[in-house]
């Protein structure tokens, strides 16, 4: 069964950092692109970042361009997708969903039905 989990969400200040993981079970992403979207609530899921397979390339969101970093560690037996989270504001608060896209799909994308592995979620709350 293949599962992306995520972790390292929680409650921060304005201004403060998170760092989030993203760790697959079952299979790795070795060959695909990942991507980190969010859903704030009430709003809809939107795109925050993309890594490409090899993490040379990377897309971001204009909202959180210069405040947060993907990366991704491709090790033979392991496959952890990241996102730094830094400068956070009240706006950031949601939950934030880890995903990958088709297997030979190596490339970034911003579109969400471009992704078909998702974890279930990991809630990040910024204080003000």
């Known amino acids: 069964h293949v599962q992306l989990v995520e972790s390292g969400g929680g409650l921060v200040q304005a201004g403060g950092s998170l760092r989030l993981s993203c760790a697959a079970s079952g299979r790795t992403f070795n060959h695909n692109a990942m991507g980190w979207f969010r859903q704030a609530p009430g709003k809809e899921r939107e795109f925050v970042a993309a890594?490409?397979?090899?993490?040379?390339?990377?897309?971001?969101a204009d909202f959180v361009k210069g405040r947060f970093t993907m990366s991704r560690d491709n090790a033979e037996n392991t496959d952890t997708a990241h996102l730094q989270m830094d400068s956070l504001n009240a706006e950031d608060t949601g939950v934030y969903y880890c995903a990958a896209r088709r297997e030979g799909y190596t490339v970034t994308s911003t579109n969400e039905y471009d992704y078909i592995y998702w974890g279930q979620g990991t809630q990040v709350v910024v204080s003000s």
């Open positions: 890594i490409s397979r090899t993490g040379v390339g990377t897309s971001y």
